[in-house]
C-alpha cells in the first residue's frame, strides 16, 4: 500500500518527522527556509496533509491550487492563519494544538506581567550599560503585582491560568471581559469578576490580553481604549499582533499616558515598529509564551497525532471543523 504524502512546513523536533516517517513520505523543511506563497503551494502539490506554523498561511488560493490537501494541522492553539471556512467548502480538515500550551503560556504572561511592572528588563539594561553608580530611594520604582487589580480580555483556557496565578498567588483582585460569560463554577475556580469592557480598561492595575484574534478583534486596544487606562497602567499583550494598534501603542508609551507595556507579539511580526525599539518602558520578547522544549514538543506531537489520525481514516483529536 503507498503511503500518504505529506509536507512539514517549517523545522520541528527530528523525533516527531521521524514518527511522521513511520505513517507517510515526509517532505520537511528542515533547514527552515522561508517559502514565498508561490513555492509554498509547488512544495504542496502532491501532497495530502501538511504541519503547518502559525505563519503558514491556508486560504482559498492556496485550497484551489491544491486539490489533493485532505488535512492542515497547526502547530499553535491559534489559527488565524488559516481560512476556516474556506476549508470547510474544500473539504480540507482543520486541526490546531490547544490544551497542552496553556499551562506554559500562562506562566509566560505573568512573567511577562512582572517583568513589565518591575520594570526588570529597563533596570537590566542600565545596568549592563555600566550606569548603576549609586542606590537612590526612586530608582525603577515601578507598580505592584500583589494585591492590584489585574483585568483579562479574552477567557479562554490560557486567560483563566492567568486569573488563578493572579488570584491564588498574589492575591490580585480579578476582571474580566470576554465574548461569552464564563460558568458560575469556572468564575468561582478562578475567583475571577465579569465586567463590561470599558469599565475593564478604567479600573485594572494591569490589563492582560489573551484574545483570539479575527477581523472583529482587530485593534481591539487603539488609542481610545489607551484613553480610558489609568496612567499607572501597563498593558500586556501575549494574543495576536494586531489586537493592539501598535502605533497607538507606541505614542501612549512615549508620553507616559500608560506606564508601561509588555509585549510577546507584534502587528506584522517580525518586524516591530520602530518606536517600540527606542521606547524603554517596554519590554519586547520575541513571541515565545509557549516555548519550553516540552511543550513545543506537546504541540509538535498533536499536531502529528491529527496528521495521522485523519489520514488513517480516524476522526481528528482537536478539529476546528
Ligand atoms: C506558537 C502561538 O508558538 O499557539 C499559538 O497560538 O501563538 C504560539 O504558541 C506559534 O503560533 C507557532 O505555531
Known amino acids: 500500500m503507498t503511503q500518504p504524502k505529506i509536507l512539514v512546513a517549517r523545522a520541528v523536533f527530528p523525533e516527531v518527522i ?3 516517517e513511520q505513517h507517510f513520505v515526509v517532505e520537511s523543511n528542515q ?19 501538511v504541519f503547518t506554523t502559525g505563519g503558514d498561511r491556508i486560504d482559498a488560493e492556496v485550497l484551489a491550487a491544491c486539490p489533493g490537501l485532505k488535512i492542515c494541522a497547526n ?12 476549508m470547510t467548502q474544500a473539504g480540507v480538515t482543520a486541526t490546531n494544538a490547544p490544551d497542552v500550551l496553556t499551562e506554559t503560556t500562562a506562566d509566560f504572561g505573568f512573567a511577562l506581567l512582572m517583568a513589565t511592572a518591575r520594570r ?3 533596570s537590566e539594561h542600565y545596568l549592563r550599560a555600566g550606569k548603576w553608580s549609586k542606590w537612590s530611594f526612586d530608582m525603577f520604582a515601578g507598580s505592584d503585582i500583589h494585591g492590584s487589580t489585574l483585568g483579562i480580555l479574552g477567557m479562554g483556557r490560557i ?8 488570584a491564588h498567588g498574589f492575591g490580585m483582585k480579578v476582571i474580566y471581559h470576554n465574548r461569552s460569560r464564563l460558568s458560575a463554577e469556572l468564575e468561582t475556580d478562578c475567583k475571577a469578576t465579569y465586567v463590561g469592557k470599558e469599565e475593564l480598561l478604567k479600573t485594572a492595575d ?3 490580553l489573551v484574545l483570539p484574534y479575527s477581523p472583529a478583534s482587530h485593534h481591539t486596544i487603539g488609542a ?5 487606562m489609568k496612567p499607572t497602567a501597563t498593558l500586556v499583550n501575549i494574543a495576536r499582533g494586531g489586537i493592539v494598534d501598535d502605533a497607538a501603542l507606541a505614542s501612549a508609551l512615549a508620553a507616559r499616558r500608560i506606564a508601561a507595556a509588555g509585549l510577546d507579539v507584534f502587528e506584522g511580526e517580525p518586524k516591530v515598529h520602530p518606536d517600540l525599539l527606542t521606547i524603554p518602558n517596554v519590554v519586547l520578547t520575541p513571541h515565545i509564551a509557549s516555548a519550553t522544549i516540552p511543550t513545543r514538543l506537546a504541540m509538535a506531537n498533536l499536531a502529528a ?17
Open 206 to 208: 494591569h490589563v492582560m
Open 159 to 166: 486567560g483563566q491560568g492567568i486569573a488563578r496565578r493572579g
Open 75 to 86: 502547530m499553535s492553539v491559534g489559527y488565524n492563519n488559516f481560512d476556516v471556512d474556506a
Open 305 to 321: 497525532d491529527n496528521l495521522i489520525a485523519v489520514l488513517t481514516g480516524k476522526k481528528p483529536l482537536t478539529p476546528l471543523n
Open 31 to 49: 533547514l527552515d527556509d522561508n517559502w514565498t506563497k508561490a513555492q509554498f503551494i509547488q512544495k504542496l502539490q502532491g501532497k495530502q496533509g
Open 18 to 20: 521521524a514518527r511522521l
Open 224 to 228: 481610545a481604549e489607551l484613553s480610558l
Open 120 to 122: 526588570m528588563t529597563e
